[in-house]
């Protein structure tokens, strides 16, 4: 089946530090990625749509200066949150669309929780 | 804007018992309607979907049915196992397909032996 590794699984870092999160689709190639936060009792949100060579489209309230994304290979997405503050703090989670293909096109990663001290 | 929502717990409950998690939605459209499981330590997986009015969705003994009329996709299994301990998501999509998802809260299950 299809596999989305996403690292590191959680991370700790201090306040006004930046933190890179990685998102591979490990047997299939991915045009698409899509990255989600979720906080403590709340919905997953969708942040930002990541495109493979292109610009990645960011929903409405999400500071794309703030949650840089990087979409580089066919493979690969980064999410790279900079000078994190304690606000931050919360569960992210990656998905990757799997083309081409028939059947289920969507596989999630294991998600990322940050923590921001 | 369209919106889930979803019994919250966590819920324990003990083996060959009787599951139902409740969901509802909000939507502009016509909705296709998901219900997503992650397991500890594990990405979020397909468990079923609905594309349509009056569709069941089953899969490992879950079913879920696709209800326009009260706009609701509660999940049911008639006896859980210890495995199927994880958290479950309903989520839908308004575009036909499911990429661009609308999740719930998630809801976690703990059942035991």
């Known amino acids: 089946g299809a596999v989305v590794s996403q690292h590191p699984s959680w991370v700790i870092c201090k306040s006004g530090t930046s933190v890179k999160i990685e998102c591979r689709s490990l047997?299939?190639?991915?045009?698409?990625m899509f990255w989600y936060r979720q906080f403590p009792k709340q919905s997953l949100m969708l942040m930002a749509t990541s495109n493979e060579g292109s610009k990645a489209t960011y929903e409405q309230g999400v500071e794309k200066d703030k949650f840089l994304i990087n979409h580089a290979s066919l493979t690969l997405s980064t999410l790279t949150v900079t000078s994190a503050h304690p606000e931050d703090s919360s569960f992210y989670i990656c998905s990757a669309r799997k083309d081409p293909g028939s059947g289920e096109k969507l596989f999630f990663g294991s998600g990322t929780q940050l923590s921001v001290l | 804007g369209d919106s889930v929502t979803q019994m919250e717990g966590p819920v324990t409950l003990s083996e060959e018992a009787f599951l139902t998690i409740n969901c509802t939605y909000t939507?502009?459209?016509?909705?296709?309607l998901f219900w997503y499981v992650q397991y500890p330590g594990e990405g979020l997986q397909l468990l079923l979907k609905?594309?349509?009015?009056?569709d069941k969705g089953s899969n490992k003994g879950f079913e879920a049915t696709y209800r326009k009329e009260t706009t609701s996709f509660h999940l049911e299994k008639g006896s859980v196992q210890v495995s199927d301990s994880a958290v479950y998501f309903c989520?839908?999509?308004?575009?036909?397909?499911?990429?661009?998802?609308?999740f719930g809260k998630g809801m976690k299950l703990t059942v035991n032996p």
């Open positions: 047997d299939f190639q991915a045009t698409t």
């Open positions: 939507a502009t459209g016509y909705p296709s």
């Open positions: 989520a839908l999509s308004d575009w036909g397909g499911s990429e661009k998802l609308v």
């Open positions: 609905a594309t349509k009015a009056d």
